[in-house]
């Protein structure tokens, strides 16, 4: 069985680039639904239709063990898919998310208030105010929706995404901890740090591999079940001169493919 990894557009090739740099000999398939982006502005209905299409596509790819790399599908979607359709359709996959990793992360240290910067979708849900919360009850924690970014890296523009950096950075100057709370904000984090540097800006390309890497250690029962070939397949369900130009960035040296429709 192979690892999938979902998300919303091309922002989890961050993260798909972590994981194969941590974990390189296991097989992996990366899956964006470049056809529905931006999840961050659709209803809570539509991000768990396409959510659970996409896993049922990598489920069908052979994956045994699916990382939802987009917060805002993880934000509406991951427990419905653990609890509920998982379970009755495909009880032997594990399917992850990458909030719970990301609020250990940020509470690793002493930090007094968190800033979360992320999708409308995922501010609007509070997941990240709520996880937070179980663990540091008192932690002050600051959510700010930044619907425009998205769509400015999908297009490759990031001229212009870098330009809004200050204005959204201006918001967590009073920070401890900022996280990047959407996959494709890594592609941005130097300039985050550059506008807040007294502020530890938490990227989730920076924790995933390590984080998956101790999942398996944990969990032999699922590790034994992978394949290891080192093969890499990165697909997404429409593509344009503007993705290939933003996957360049990341994977110069492997396609990325459109599923046939």
């Known amino acids: ?9 091309l922002g989890g090739l961050v993260i798909t ?3 194969i740099k941590q974990l390189p000999e296991y097989d ?12 961050g502005d659709k209803t809570s209905g539509q991000i768990l239709s396409y959510t659970i299409e996409a896993v049922k596509f990598l489920i069908g790819r052979k994956c045994g063990l699916i990382i939802i790399a987009c917060n805002t599908a993880t934000s509406i979607a991951l427990r419905y898919l653990q609890q509920r359709f998982i379970p009755s359709f495909a009880p032997d996959v594990k399917v992850l998310g990458v909030v719970i990793p990301t609020v250990e992360e940020a509470l690793e240290d002493s930090a007094a208030n968190v800033g979360v910067l992320a999708t409308n979708a995922t501010v609007k849900s509070h997941i990240y105010e709520q996880e937070l919360h179980k663990i540091r009850p008192q932690l002050e924690v600051l959510e700010v929706a930044a619907p425009q970014l998205v769509p400015l890296i999908e297009a490759n523009d990031f001229a212009a995404a870098d330009k ?6 201006a918001r967590f100057k009073d920070m401890d901890s900022l ?3 959407c996959t494709h904000y890594p592609l941005l984090k130097a300039r985050f740090r550059e506008a807040l540097p007294q502020v530890r800006v938490i990227s989730q390309d920076e924790l995933m591999g390590a984080k998956l890497a101790d999942y398996l250690r944990r969990h032999i029962e699922i590790d034994i079940t992978l394949s290891r070939n080192g093969q890499y397949e990165f697909l997404v369900s429409d593509w344009n001169t503007h993705y290939q130009k933003v996957a360049a960035r990341l994977f110069p040296d492997i396609p990325v493919r459109e599923v046939e429709k």
């Open 1 to 9: 069985m192979k690892i999938g990894v979902f998300d919303s557009g």
């Open 28 to 39: 992996y398939i990366y899956y964006g639904d470049t056809r529905h982006l931006p999840y």
């Open 17 to 19: 680039k972590a994981l």
């Open 179 to 181: 996280i990047l709370g």
């Open 164 to 169: 809004l950096v200050p204005e959204f950075a």
